[in-house]
């Protein structure tokens, strides 16, 4: 049941121009940011290869703060759509199960939102083989750098980010509630880049990032690099934890 | 199976008072519940339909208590909602699949057939792939009932389902209904008289919240027999006629109105008798004046 229903929204949404729109975005964007000076998303590449496995996964980490907006937009729909296009008297007349309903919703809509962080992917590989890039700054594909940003960025951040904002959505079905939750979660994010100005406050900035940028930045600012990027999959894991108990408190309500 | 309803009652938080003290006991068929909008029907369509909590009474649908047994009734229903809307971007196939599934309709292979089927029935196979949202009203109606066939409940509610239908949507929509036969309990709900004349073997007149009438629909027009007069008089006349009978209602026929009013004697000269239809009966009764 739950399959089906997750399959149905995530159908819905494949179907939608609006997802394709937001992967054509990012991937315009981190094309122009690969490929030229003149676009800068996040810190400078400097002088590391412009398709090195850091600024890949970097990338990962910061285009959330990006889609966090879109990804509110999709699961906000998959929340309330039966509400906002008035099928909810057919819906809710059917002896379907809430809570299958409301994690198939949830699957579906957050596989979806995972989809327009791909854009990353395609316009570091696009931007490799324009005829204009100096070939002595990019490496070869390196594509267990692209399975690492996909699985220990964009899936368990989106993952979090769509189990808090699919709770405000359920709770609330109020859109403006909902975008106000997204607006803390940024906050989240600029509270931790504050604190990581201080040294002695550098873990808990860390552990703060809802979107992990600032775990990835630290793990990888000075060598020990292995270490390190343990502690960015920490992070990733915690992120993991907390969208779970969002989502087990959506399913109790 | 038989659905009872004893007492219901219902007030909204504004003060408005949707079902005062409803009982009703509604038999397998084609049972019409009729009353003017406002009347308090929807509130009693989503209530039996688990949409929607009573302050008191009770409802029973065979040994299921309708009002705590929400799943169980569930089970058993098929509703067509007054208004409803549809998903954009999603065809009237995937959406009729979709609801077979939460439904409970096991196998895909299973719902694909059904669906098929009950497209073919509503006659819409042809647009089985357009997207819902660009159906006509007509197309939509017959989608809403394909939805609530679906399953083959054994209560069918269907709620003000011909309001805004050409009269061949609406001759459709009939056969659709009285296709599904005496075997289960079917209770339509309109402001619509003709609805009512046309399909049903039993009724209910409902007006602000009260049940004014329950019986069937042949009886309560003999009831009217030899009381209803009809004759057709100026414009300016009409006042004057309101003011000295009990005029059931005027109609404009060619430009003039037409006047049925309620008389046990026969009024003036100039009126003739007139025969009663279910019309007549439902003005007279929502007037209280019988």
Known sequence: ?253 | MELTISGLSKTYANGVKALDNVSLTIPNGMYGLLGPNGAGKSTLMRTIATLQEADSGSAQLGTIDVLKQKDDVRKLLGYLPQEFGVYPRISAQDMLEHLALLKGIGGSSQRKELVGAMLKRCNLHDVRKKSLSSYSGGMRQRFGIAQALIGNPKLLIVDEPTAGLDPGERNRFYNLLAEVGEQVIVILSTHIVEDVTDLCTKMAIIHEGRVLYEGRPDDAVAELNGRVWQRSIDKSELSNYEGRYRVISNRLVAGHPHLHVLSVTPPEDGFSPSSPDLEDVFFTRIRGWN
């Open chain 1, 1 to 253: 049941m739950i399959l089906h229903i997750a399959w149905f929204e995530l159908r819905y949404w494949l179907r939608s121009w609006m997802l394709w729109i937001f992967t054509l975005i990012i991937a315009v964007l981190i094309f122009g940011a690969t490929s030229s000076d003149q676009v800068q998303i996040g810190s400078s590449l400097g002088n590391t290869y412009r398709n090195a496995p850091y600024v890949i996964e970097n990338y990962y980490a910061i285009v959330s703060l990006l889609t966090l907006l879109m990804v509110t937009a999709f699961i906000n729909s998959a929340a309330a759509r039966d509400f906002s296009y008035n099928t909810y008297q057919i819906v809710f007349a059917t002896p379907m199960r809430r809570r299958d309903f409301l994690l198939g919703r949830f699957a579906g809509a957050t596989t979806a939102s995972v989809i327009p962080m791909l854009g990353i992917s395609i316009g570091i590989l696009l931007a490799k083989y324009m005829p204009w890039v100096e070939p002595d700054r990019w490496e070869r594909v390196i594509w267990a750098a692209h399975l690492n940003g996909i699985l220990v960025f964009a899936i368990p951040n989106t993952f979090f980010m769509a189990a808090i904002l699919f709770t405000i959505a359920v709770l609330a079905r109020n859109e403006i509630v909902s975008f106000i939750g997204a607006l803390l979660l940024l906050t989240a994010y600029g509270v931790s880049d504050a604190l990581l100005s201080d040294i002695e406050r550098e873990r808990i900035a860390a552990l703060l990032d809802p979107f992990a940028a600032r775990t990835f930045a630290l793990a990888t600012n000075i060598g020990r690099s292995l270490k390190r990027t343990g502690s960015a999959r920490a992070s990733a894991d915690c992120s993991c934890g907390t969208g779970c108990c969002g989502l087990a408190l959506a399913s109790l309500s």
